[in-house]
């Protein structure tokens, strides 16, 4: 047997699967959009109903409004027979998905729903079923054939009903005009949420770990400041602690074989002056930016008088998982 044949072929049918779906769309969900933003708008939430492997998708589907600023919850047809019922607000909008329509947990479900005016839109691929006919909106998901060689096992239908469900998440994330700083507020855990919460005075070096000598001192100190601070570069100040240049190893390196006695020279004499520098109030989501437009590892911060307050070194991001 081949293996790789058998799974490309698999994939191959997802792959039509979704696209058999793309094709599909109409107006219909153009009108879909807009109920669920009038939802949303009257601060409701998107509740998403599905049993069997339909549960595990409407989960990843909810995961994805959520954490994209559209409000969702999964529901358990099962379960809101028997109390979660109450999870379902008068202003929310119902998405229930069942491949045949058919599903009696899910078609059980209809009656109470649609006895409180709340909107249902239904995920099928059988617009004559009895969730299409009890449903205010139907999108198709009827796709060509499934992977399983019986046809029977939910594997192309399930990846395109997730499709169907990010595409759902990802118009209406620009829709409502959701950014990046809304996503960072909802992952503040992750690097994304870190990059853009995190400011650079939560991140510089100060005291002991930024290395900083005055204008005149020898290369030779400032080899020493930055071996001390484990810093990959040196501040260079003058006598009011304002910033005049810096110094880097790589700046060190580039000179080291042209010039032998280096170390006893002047730190002015190769430091790069008026360098690109940072606030406290920057973003590490600047900072980053920064390193990527001039190719740079080390920054220094200043207020804004320029006297120097300490350093971001590239190689801290790590540390700090920002990269």
Request: hydrophobic residues 45%.
């Amino acid at each position: 047997m081949d293996f790789i044949a058998h799974a490309q072929k698999t994939l191959t049918i997802e792959q039509n699967g979704i696209a058999a779906i793309s094709q599909q769309l109409d107006d219909t969900f153009n009108t879909a959009i807009q109920a669920l933003l009038d939802a949303i708008d009257r601060n409701g939430k998107i509740v998403i109903a599905g049993v069997g492997k339909n549960w595990h998708i409407g989960n990843k589907i909810a995961a994805t409004l959520n954490s994209t600023g559209s409000p969702a919850a999964v529901m358990h047809p099962i379960e809101a027979m028997h109390g979660d019922f109450g999870l379902l607000s008068d202003s929310d909008i119902l998405i229930a998905m069942s491949y045949s329509g058919a599903s009696e947990e899910i078609t059980a479900l209809l009656p109470p729903v649609k006895r409180r005016n709340i909107p249902i839109i239904a995920l099928t691929a059988d617009a004559d079923s009895p969730l299409a006919r009890h449903s205010d909106l139907i999108l198709n998901i009827n796709v060509p054939e499934e992977a399983c060689p019986f046809n029977m096992a939910p594997t192309a239908s399930t990846t395109a009903t997730l499709a169907l469900g990010d595409a759902l998440a990802m118009v209406l994330l620009h829709a409502r005009g959701f950014q990046l700083e809304d996503y960072a507020q909802r992952h503040p855990g992750g690097a994304i949420g870190r990059t853009l919460l995190l400011s650079v005075r939560d991140i510089m070096r100060t005291q002991k770990n930024f290395a900083a000598i005055s204008t005149g001192q020898p290369i030779r100190e400032a080899i020493l400041a930055m071996t001390a601070a484990k810093s990959g570069s040196v501040a260079v100040l003058d006598a009011h602690q304002k910033l005049l240049g810096i110094l880097t190893d790589g700046d060190l390196r580039r000179h080291l074989i042209e010039t032998p006695d280096l170390l006893e020279k002047s730190v002015d004499t190769i430091m790069t002056p008026n360098p690109i520098t940072l606030t406290p109030e920057m973003l590490a989501v600047d900072v980053l930016k920064l390193y990527e437009t001039h190719n740079i590892d080390d920054l220094i911060v200043v207020d804004d008088q320029d006297h120097a307050l300490g350093s971001v070194d590239i190689q801290d991001m790590p540390k700090l998982k920002i990269i």
